[in-house]
């Protein structure tokens, strides 16, 4: 079972600053398998970030995602006010199995 | 406009079995592979399991042995069953469409419905 760790765990920031939150893998895992959501409290998650780096339709260009082998990212480049959230990274593995990260909180500092 | 709709008992009793609805409108079920993902109070999302047209399921290893998810074409539902249920179990129940492409070449769950919330309690 391959493990997602996200940090951290919460991240306190002020609108129109930059984001930018890690999740990290215990192997190596196929870019096109990490996906990032973003829930907003009360709400059901939204997918952003497909396949590492894609944005899903409708997902403003300040959200850009990144990385490779066990590494990756998430950067908001100027935080807008609904941007404030949990985020969670999301991998497919060929077990077959899917999981989740504990999430990161973004939080108006 | 794809939606999703859980519907479902909002309490169930200790030992008992948990039954789910998700209901499709805007899609045909057979088209994507279907998805139940859960978030216990406070915490984050687990993945339950997910089903492709009617007979291929897969459910995470460690709710198998309790969990059945199965497919209704002709009112284009797909149902979760979670038997001898806890307090461990209370959460709220997603339902999400799944995109995996061709011989999943990608696994993203792009539509996903507002959720319901179950408690487990006598």
């Known amino acids: 079972e391959i493990v997602l760790t996200q940090s951290p765990g919460t991240l306190s920031l002020s609108p129109g600053e930059r984001a930018s939150l890690s999740c990290g893998a215990s192997q190596n895992v196929n870019r096109n398998y990490l996906a990032w959501y973003q829930q907003i409290p009360g709400q059901a998650p939204r997918l952003l970030i497909k396949?590492?780096?894609s944005r899903a339709t409708g997902i403003p260009d300040r959200f850009s995602g990144s990385g490779s082998g066990t590494d990756f990212t998430l950067t908001i480049s100027r935080l807008e006010r609904e941007d404030f959230a949990v985020y969670y990274c999301?991998?497919?593995?060929?077990?077959?199995?899917?999981?989740f990260g504990g999430g990161t909180k973004v939080e108006i500092k | 406009q794809v939606q999703l709709q859980e519907s479902g008992p909002g309490l169930v009793k200790p030992s008992e079995t948990l039954s789910l609805t998700c209901t499709i409108s805007g899609d045909s079920i057979s088209h994507y592979y279907w998805s139940w993902i859960r978030q216990p109070p406070g915490k984050g999302l687990e993945w339950i399991g997910h089903i492709y047209q009617t007979w291929t399921t897969t459910y995470n290893p460690s709710l198998k042995s309790r969990v059945t998810i199965s497919e209704d074409t002709s009112k284009n539902q797909f149902s979760l069953r979670l038997s001898s249920v806890t307090a461990a179990d209370t959460a709220v129940y997603y339902c999400?469409?799944?995109?995996?492409?061709?011989?999943?070449?990608?696994?993203?769950?792009?539509?996903w419905g507002k959720g319901t919330t179950v408690t487990v309690s006598s």
């Open positions: 396949a590492t780096s």
């Open positions: 999301q991998l497919y593995d060929r077990s077959p199995e899917i999981t």
């Open positions: 999400a469409r799944v995109v995996t492409g061709h011989d999943f070449y990608f696994y993203y769950m792009d539509v």
